[in-house]
Nanobody
Framework: QQQLVESGGGLVQPGSSLRLSCKVS????????VGWLRQAPGKEYEGLAC????????YSEDSVKGRFTISRDRATQTVYLQMSSLTPEDTAVYYC???????????????????????WGRGTQVTVSS
């Protein structure tokens, strides 16, 4: 059974850092791209970052602005999102998701939109407040 489980969320003060984890099981991470997306109350999903099966990252500069870093630990099938300089605007439920989709060259895609991610975790709440 394919499963993604997020952890590491919580309540932090503005300017703080936080590292989110996404533990993957039930499918080989070596063939999938994993992305991090978030959803604030009343808003649509917002793609933040993704990392391909070859460890090539892609970031949404509008949302991340150089503050977030995505990484992958192949041995533990875990993908991380290191976040720094958090602001109240970063308050949202953060999700990790996976896709095995490929482009016309055969390379894994790394989308910053909710489709075409196939497998999703249940999310972890991040609240930034003083």
């Amino acid at each position: 059974q394919q499963q993604l489980v997020e952890s590491g969320g919580g309540l932090v003060q503005p300017g703080s850092s936080l590292r989110l984890s996404c533990k993957v099981s039930g499918f080989p991470l070596n063939f999938y791209t994993v992305g991090w997306l978030r959803q604030a109350p009343g808003k649509e999903y917002e793609g933040l970052a993704c990392i391909t099966n070859l460890d090539s990252p892609n970031y949404s500069e509008d949302s991340v602005k150089g503050r977030f870093t995505i990484s992958r630990d192949r041995a533990t099938q875990t993908v991380y999102l290191q976040m720094s300089s958090l602001t109240p605007e970063d308050t949202a439920v953060y999700y990790c998701a996976a896709t095995g989709g490929r482009d016309w060259t055969g390379r894994n895609i790394c989308p910053l939109t909710s489709p075409p991610y196939t497998f999703w975790g249940r999310g972890t709440q991040v609240t930034v407040s003083s």
